[in-house]
T-cell receptor
């Protein structure tokens, strides 16, 4: 069955700490991968996406993610978090081909950054 | 280019009433997705539509819920005879093609009294 697993449900960090949020997926075939962020009270926004090419993807606000095909993973990283990074983070996976290309979503990781 | 628009932003209904949620995708986008979000439950896919077609409604409850995306006008998510358990935030997203990036609207927060 198709699924996306985000291992950390709640993460609490101090400012300047490094961040890594895990995302593993189960999906047959070639995929596209996404990380979205939802700041408190706001709608989801795209942080970064991977379609093809360099497996290390740079996103907005200093975030990056690495696609490791052999591990079916797409972990999100940021070397030094800020208080303003407090948000909910969602990983999503979609097929590269086929008629039904809906995204499969992880349950999200809630990040709280203490000033 | 305006973003994805949803209205109303907040909707209060009593049990048994109908709720109609509207979503206007971004200009040029022909793919629309509806999601429901509950605290601690993440984002739940409900339905994926293209103009005048339902592509995937595997996440929609079989009863009381329906969705459409007509040739003209916004996409509508309709919930008949609402119950308290329908209280949630409902988000709409659109994309120019699938599986391109999805752009999300601000959501409609439905409260059922």
């Amino acid at each position: 069955a198709q699924s996306v697993s985000q291992h950390n449900h709640h993460v609490i960090l101090s400012e300047a700490a490094s961040l890594e949020l895990g995302c593993n997926y189960s999906y047959g075939g070639t995929v596209n991968l996404f990380w979205y962020v939802q700041y408190p009270g706001q709608h989801l926004q795209l942080l970064l996406k991977y379609f093809s090419g360099d497996p290390l993807v740079k996103g907005i606000k200093g975030f990056e993610a690495e696609f490791i095909k052999s591990k079916f993973s797409f972990n999100l990283r940021k070397p030094s978090v800020q208080w303003s990074d407090t948000a909910e983070y969602f990983c999503a996976v979609g097929p590269l081909a086929g008629n039904n290309r809906k995204l499969i979503w992880g349950l999200g990781t809630s990040l709280a950054v203490n000033p | 280019n305006a973003g994805v628009m949803q209205n109303p932003r907040h909707l209060v209904r009593r049990r048994g009433q109908e709720a109609r949620l509207r979503c206007s995708p971004m200009k040029g986008h022909s793919h629309v997705y509806w999601y429901r979000q509950l605290p601690e439950e993440g984002l739940k896919f409900m339905v994926y539509l293209q103009k005048e077609n339902i592509i995937d409604e595997s996440g929609m409850p079989k009863e009381r819920f329906s969705a459409e995306f007509p040739k003209e006008g916004p996409s509508i998510l309709r919930i008949q005879q609402v119950v308290r358990g329908d209280s949630a935030a409902y988000f709409c997203a659109s994309s120019p093609r699938s599986p391109d990036e999805q752009f999300f609207g601000p959501g409609t927060r439905l409260t059922v009294l």
